[in-house]
T-cell receptor, first 114, second 114 residues
Framework: AQSVTQPDIHITVSEGASLELRCNYS??????LFWYVQSPGQGLQLLLK??????LVQGIKGFEAEFKRSQSSFNLRKPSVHWSDAAEYFC????????????FGTGTQLKVEL | DAGITQSPRYKITETGRQVTLMCHQT?????MFWYRQDLGHGLRLIYY???????DKGEVSDGYVVSRSKTENFPLTLESATRSQTSVYFC?????????????FGPGTRLLVL
């Protein structure tokens, strides 16, 4: 069965600073990988996804993520964080042939200091 | 374009009572999902449905029942609520079981079981 680890429960960055959120996955084949964002009191919104091909994927709101098979990682990055990026971020993995069932990590809460 | 809605948004109930959480989507998506979100666990799949009258258990289905008589609705019932079912519940839908399909999430229902 697949699993996802997000090692950082909380991260605080200053506005304008760069951001990297870590995600490690466990899956026997090439996984489907996702990053979702959850603003306070809201549902989840898809930021970006990876299935195959170029290992650097671009998403919405200026986010990008890089798939590294050798490290089983799919870290989320943003060059310059805005105060509105404060939210909880979830990494998720989907299995091929799994009926679009996702396994989520425990989330990383991002705080942005002004 | 209403998208995916959940009702009620907030619910307080007592141990032993039956509670039904509603989920409605307007896209005619074939797949629908129920997740619960708890601190330290992220989102965990309770049940999913591939189409009307086709449902299957997820990771944490004990104590929950679902039905899907119409494509657009996917109610989740707690037959006899317990305090451990205090959580935030999210419904999601996707156009197919292909993992490349984006899952769209509702705003969530916050349930408190006293």
């Amino acid at each position: 069965a697949q699993s996802v680890t997000q090692p950082d429960i909380h991260i605080t960055v200053s506005e304008g600073a760069s951001l990297e959120l870590r995600c490690n996955y466990s899956y026997g084949a090439t996984p489907y990988l996702f990053w979702y964002v959850q603003s306070p009191g809201q549902g989840l919104q898809l930021l970006l996804k990876y299935f195959s091909g170029d290992t650097l994927v671009q998403g919405i709101k200026g986010f990008e993520a890089e798939f590294k098979r050798s490290q089983s990682s799919f870290n989320l990055r943003k060059p310059s964080v805005h105060w509105s990026d404060a939210a909880e971020y979830f990494c998720a993995v989907g299995a091929r042939g799994g009926g679009n069932k996702l396994t989520f990590g425990t989330g990383t809460q991002l705080k942005v200091e002004l | 374009d209403a998208g995916i809605t959940q009702s009620p948004r907030y619910k307080i109930t007592e141990t032993g009572r039956q509670v039904t959480l509603m989920c409605h989507q307007t896209w005619s998506h074939s797949y629908m999902f129920w997740y619960r979100q708890d601190l330290g666990h992220g989102l965990r799949l309770i049940y999913y449905s591939a189409a009307a009258d086709i449902t299957d258990k997820g990771e944490v289905s004990d104590g929950y029942v679902v039905s899907r008589s119409k494509t657009e609705n996917f109610p989740l019932t707690l037959e006899s609520a317990t305090r451990s079912q205090t959580s935030v519940y999210f419904c999601a839908s996707s156009g197919s079981g292909n993992p490349q399909e984006t899952q769209y999430f509702g705003p969530g229902t916050r349930l408190l079981v006293l």
